[in-house]
T-cell receptor, first 115, second 117 residues
Framework: DVKVTQSSRYLVKRTGEKVFLECVQD?????MFWYRQDPGLGLRLIYF???????EKGDIPEGYSVSREKKERFSLILESASTNQTSMYLC??????????????FGDGTRLSIL | AQKITQTQPGMFVQEKEAVTLDCTYD???????LFWYKQPSSGEMIFLIY??????QNATEGRYSLNFQKARKSANLVISASQLGDSAMYFC??????????????FGTGTRLLVSP
């Protein structure tokens, strides 16, 4: 079974802090994703990566950056946390080309509160 | 414009009954895939079922089936014989460019399903 592990289930930080959310997958997947989930808005893509050291902006990248130094690890960074970044953050991974019905596999999520 | 629309914020169903969760989508790409995910209160997203735009038959996975109506651009999830454990949030998602292997998913806003005894 694919395992996507997010480092924290719950996190509380202060405004202005630099926040790191870590995600590790154990299935040698090429693609990794970071989403945020807010009530009534569904999941929105922040950043994704299709290879080591590669990154692409998603739909809402402002205020975030990412790092992918190793294939299995994808980090989301809030450079200077703000209260409007309080949200549920979900990491996902998937295989690359070749399999049409290949789903994204998700971690359990990190509920981040910025005070 | 919304690419994935789930018009039902909440649905109620009694145990053992069937329920349909609606999903409509918008794309001009002839090659796309549609996914349904379940999110229990614990937070993890569980993949349920997939339908490709070129698939001739509706997808089925156990108690889950997908009512795919391509001309109407709808991909409704049908859960038969509902169980209490089906109470969760359900998300419809679309991936365009299926033949390219490009992996970006677009999600709807979700439908919360509550199954009562």
């Amino acid at each position: 079974d694919v395992k996507v592990t997010q480092s924290s289930r719950y996190l509380v930080k202060r405004t202005g802090e630099k926040v790191f959310l870590e995600c590790v997958q154990d299935m040698d997947h090429e693609n990794m994703f970071w989403y945020r989930q807010d009530p009534g808005l569904g999941l929105r893509l922040i950043y994704f990566s299709y290879d080591v050291k590669m990154k692409e902006k998603g739909d809402i990248p402002e205020g975030y950056s990412v790092s992918r130094e190793k294939k299995e690890r994808f980090s989301l960074i809030l450079e200077s946390a703000s209260t409007n970044q309080t949200s549920m953050y979900l990491c996902a991974s998937s295989l690359s080309t070749g399999i049409r019905n290949q789903p994204q596999h998700f971690g359990d999520g990190t509920r981040l509160s910025i005070l | 414009a919304q690419k994935i629309t789930q018009t039902q914020p909440g649905m109620f169903v009694q145990e053992k009954e069937a329920v349909t969760l609606d999903c409509t989508y918008d794309t001009s790409d002839p090659s796309y895939g549609l996914f349904w995910y379940k999110q229990p209160s614990s937070g993890e997203m569980i993949f349920l079922i997939y339908q490709g735009s070129y698939d001739q038959q509706n997808a089925t996975e156990g108690r889950y089936s997908l009512n795919f109506q391509k001309a109407r651009k709808s991909a409704n999830l049908v859960i038969s014989a509902s169980q209490l454990g089906d109470s969760a949030m359900y998300f419809c998602a679309m991936r365009e460019g299926e033949n390219t292997g490009f992996q970006k998913l677009v999600f709807g806003t979700g439908t919360r399903l509550l199954v009562s005894p």
